[in-house]
């Protein structure tokens, strides 16, 4: 069975980074759209961003609220999607979620990961 | 804040049909597909509907959605306690270049 294993995150100042890890279990992200979606604490959801698949030729997207500060990137052996996050505020504070889309819908979000809390505080 | 707007709560007694409604524009939900998410306490959000009204496999014909115009709805009939959670609308933004978010509307089954 497909399943998308998180990991990363933790505890970090501000002004610091991080990377957050999406790992492919079963199958491999090359034909897959991957986003990023996080919630801050009592908040809903906020999308951050997306990589496309290799038939897009892998192109990312980024909402404004982090356009500049984020980045995604896969890893070579198509098996993982990362998610860079540099100058981190206290507002990034959040679960981040990963998501690869369902073959039957690029723009899904089918599979989720478990979520990894990022937690910026001085 | 959001542009898709959904109302914070909706409520029903065990069996009864709720319906939650999303509103956007002609930017969002008027030009593109609409999708909604269940969020339920501790997990990972779940695909309940994709392109406006199409089901998942493994989603419950109980949920069901349309898109008319700018707007759009989920209705969840038959309701039980296990459907008590968070849903969310969702919508590629023409003009913003991102997906969209509706804020959330929490189901509370009475």
């Known amino acids: 069975d497909a399943q998308v294993v998180q990991s990363g995150g933790g505890w970090v100042q501000p002004g610091g980074s991080l990377r957050l890890s999406c790992a492919a279990s079963?199958?491999?992200?090359?034909?897959?759209?991957v986003d990023w979606v996080r919630q801050a604490p009592g908040k809903g959801l906020e999308w951050i961003g997306r990589?496309?698949?290799?038939?897009?030729?892998?192109?990312?997207e980024y909402a404004a609220s982090v356009k500049g500060r984020f980045s995604i990137s896969r890893d070579d052996s198509r098996t993982s999607v990362y998610l860079q996050m540099n100058s981190l505020k206290t507002e990034d504070t959040a679960v981040y979620f990963c998501?690869?889309?369902?073959?039957?819908?690029?723009?899904?979000?089918?599979?989720w990961g478990q979520g990894t809390l990022v937690t910026v505080s001085s | 804040q959001s542009v898709l707007t959904q109302p914070p709560s909706a409520s029903g007694t065990p069996g009864q049909t709720v319906t939650i409604s999303c509103s956007g524009s002609s930017s969002n939900i008027g030009s593109t597909y609409v999708y909604w998410y269940q969020h339920l306490p501790g997990t990972a959000p779940r695909l309940l509907i994709y392109r406006n009204n199409q089901r998942p496999s493994g989603v419950p014909d109980r949920f069901s959605a349309s898109r008319s115009g700018a707007s759009a709805s989920l209705a969840v009939s038959g309701l039980r306690s296990e459907d008590e959670g968070d849903y969310y609308c969702?919508?590629?933004?023409?003009?913003?270049?991102?997906?969209?978010f509706g804020a959330g509307t929490k189901l509370t089954v009475l």
């Open positions: 969702a919508a590629w933004d023409e003009d913003l270049g991102g997906r969209l």
């Open positions: 998501s690869r889309s369902p073959k039957y819908d690029d723009n899904a979000l089918g599979f």
């Open positions: 079963g199958f491999t992200f090359t034909d897959y759209y």
């Open positions: 990589t496309r698949n290799k038939a897009n030729y892998y192109t990312m």
